[in-house]
């Protein structure tokens, strides 16, 4: 047998079996994508094994501890600039992976770790799917979330494998399922221990077993004819339209509207596929979601440049979020000791999580392990052996100081001291230190879980490398680390205390509150004001307001004063501005209809001032970019990802227009405005 050829991305080899395993390592990266160099090899790869008769089966596998093939090259895809070359580029792939599929020999895609979008698509072109049953294993085609859709081929084998409506779900939900639950909806063949992963390709190449999976793939041949599709189709756009705006995000309307042209059985839809992405990929939606993708690798890289690790954490105050961070920390695998003297938060703790390690690992000795990890420690035992202590106590500047000095005594020296305030100065907590510049503020958002984004907070005396620490530590838990300078409300709830204000100050001019809340969800945001306000709690902005809403008037913060004073509080009192009946919001009618200009000024004006704010952080160097302002507003206070950014949003008004608008708002010169250094910074960046 002769060597086999080199190839710089995919090593080959061939076993006593005479299969071919075809291990992909992609040279220069940390994870393997699927650029064009990469399928370049593979092509000449197919060939070869096409024209080896001995070869008795092809096993794709990865060389690379950080999983399987992560998808595409999103960074060469984002470059293109000429629709028709990412049409060519669609169809060489899908002309491979047919190839693929073609070959007359069994073809097994062994997946450890993550297996996502062109990678998934490339495992679809497989005759077979084995997974690994470890936590990290994960499938996914989250192209949807970029603003185009799969685009290998992978849209129509899907509905081909797995049916109509669960194809459909897949695809548009564009969410990621772990190994069992693929193997459910027969996405894959079968799971396995990791070190049973080899062995099991040998046996199905070997076995060619039929059928191992049950999937309801019969409804694509039913649902095959044309009116049977476009009666279908539009069931599905009712359920679409309930989740996202078609103008907003077009890519899973256009996922909808290749199959109902032409369905999923016939080889066009294979080009109808290629063609869509070509027209996506242009759109301002799609260059929006890729900057988000990029804004998040950019906060990722904020982590690196040290080494750090969180064995143990220890966790002061079992709170709202002492107690949702400790459920998070154990849940990804920390040592978590929580303090708190009372029973019952430490009791409610446990419980939520409980829920959570259920919900997120679903296996009975995974939940078992992680709950094992999360000791109660009403006397702070775990304190002084924890690797990072972090103090979510009542928002109390005595009792924080109090906590801070027993820290002092007893913490190791080499452990990181973080405070999850989200208003008092970090710089004040830290003087009771002996070495001030020991304290980070790592600030949470709530709810936990959902919340991607954590500020690290670093005041003047903080040591640099305690902060990168903390950056390190939240990506460790896989969050989102937004360094931020120390100021109140650091970036995120300055931004929203904008947004508050000027929802309050549109109901003081007459305005209902389902127009201002409206106007807010017009803009993309996921809650309008007032409503949002109403779950954050009114006792909460209240008390926040002196300085996240400076600008509000005497006549608004009476009013949220009387509510507070009534204790309506909001959500959490089931009556604020809003009546709830769980977790349902009780809307009240309009008598009058609110007219379009109306909710367009509201609109606009709630950019205004949230913009308004964005300009004050980046001149006051809360945050240190456009990208990071905009990576803060999407991942910490859910600005529409298909804007790209509050900044990069207000780059696509006309400059002088939006100048006047902005000096009207803030009651200042336009010559002011301009010679504002952050204005002149956000016009600066191309
Ligand atoms: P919370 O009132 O729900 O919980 C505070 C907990 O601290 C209580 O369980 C209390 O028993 C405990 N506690 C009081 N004194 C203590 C002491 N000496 N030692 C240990 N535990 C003590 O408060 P929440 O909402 O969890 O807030 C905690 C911190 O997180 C505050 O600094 C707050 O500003 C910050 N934060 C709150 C957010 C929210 O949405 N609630 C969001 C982000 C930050």
Known sequence: MSEPKKYRHWQLSQDEHNITWLSIDVADREVNVLSYAVLEELSDIVLEIRNNGACTGVVFISNKPSGFILG???????QVEDPNEAVDFMHKAQILFSMIEALRIPVVAAIDGLCL????????????????????????????????????????????????????????????????????????????????LRRAAIYFIQHQPKKTVKTARW????????????????????????????????????????????GALKEKAFAEEAASVGRLILTPTCHNLFRVFSLQEKLKEKAKGGEFKVHHIHIIGAGVMGGDIAAWCAVQGLQVSLQDPSPQALGSALARTYTLAQKLLKRKHLIE???????????????????????????????????????????????????????????????????????????????????????????????????????????????????????????????LGGYFEA???????????????????????????????????????????????????????????????????????????????????????????????SL???????????????????????????????????????????????????KTFDKNELAKDLADYRKIEITALEKDSAWQQLWAIG
Not at 72 to 78: H, L, N, P, W
Not at 377 to 402: F, M, R, T, W
């Open 503 to 597: 929802g309050f100050k549109a109901l003081e001019t007459g305005q209902s509150l389902n127009a201002v809340d409206k106007a807010g969800r017009n803009l993309g945001m996921p809650m309008g004001p007032i409503e949002l306000a109403d779950r954050v709690g009114l006792d909460v902005c209240l008390a926040a307001a002196p300085y996240l809403m400076p600008a509000s008037s005497e006549k608004a913060l009476t009013a949220l004063q009387a509510k507070v004073q009534q204790g309506e509080l909001g959500y959490k009192t089931q009556k604020g501005f809003y009546r709830y009946s769980g977790e349902k919001l009780i809307r009240e009618k309009d008598k009058d209809t609110v007219n379009s200009a």
């Open 219 to 262: 409804s694509t041949l039913l649902l095959e004819p044309p009116l049977l599709r476009s009666i279908v189709t539009g069931f599905l756009v009712q359920g679409l339209k309930k989740k996202v705006k078609q103008d907003q995000y077009p890519a899973p309307y256009a996922v909808l509207g290749n199959w109902v042209e032409v």
């Open 72 to 78: 595409a090259d999103v960074k060469e895809i984002s």
């Open 600 to 650: 367009k000024k509201i609109q606009r004006n709630l950019f205004l001032s949230m913009l308004s704010r964005a300009l004050i952080c980046l001149e006051t160097q809360i945050v240190s970019g456009v990208d990071e302002l905009d990576a803060g507003v999407i991942f910490g206070a859910g600005f529409p990802p298909f804007r790209g950014g509050l900044l990069q949003y207000a």
């Open 369 to 495: 392990a992680a709950m094992d990890r999360l000791c109660p420690d009403p006397q702070g035992y775990g304190l002084s052996k924890a690797d990072l202590i972090l103090e979510a106590a009542v928002e109390n500047l005595a009792v924080k100081h109090e906590i801070f000095k027993n820290i002092d005594l007893k913490a190791k020296d080499s452990a990181i001291l973080a405070t999850n305030t989200s208003s008092l100065s970090l710089s004040e907590i830290a003087a009771v230190l002996k070495n001030p510049g020991r304290l980070i503020g790592i600030h949470f958002f709530n709810p936990v879980s959902k919340m991607p984004l954590v500020e690290v907070v670093s005041a003047e005396k903080t040591d640099p490398k305690t902060a990168l620490c903390g950056a390190i530590f939240v990506k460790q838990i896989k969050k989102l680390p937004l360094p931020v300078r120390d100021g109140h409300g650091f970036l995120v709830n300055q931004i």
């Open 117 to 196: 979008g062109g990678g998934l698509e490339l495992a679809l072109a497989c005759h077979y799917r084995i997974a690994s049953d470890a936590s990290g294993t994960q499938l996914g085609l989250p192209e949807v979330k970029l603003g185009i859709h799969p685009g290998f081929g992978g849209s129509v084998r899907v509905l081909r494998l797995l049916g109509i409506f669960q194809g459909m779900n897949f695809i548009l939900q564009g969410r990621n399922v772990d190994a069992y639950a693929a193997k459910k909806m027969g996405l894959v063949n079968d799971v396995v221990a990791l070190r049973q």
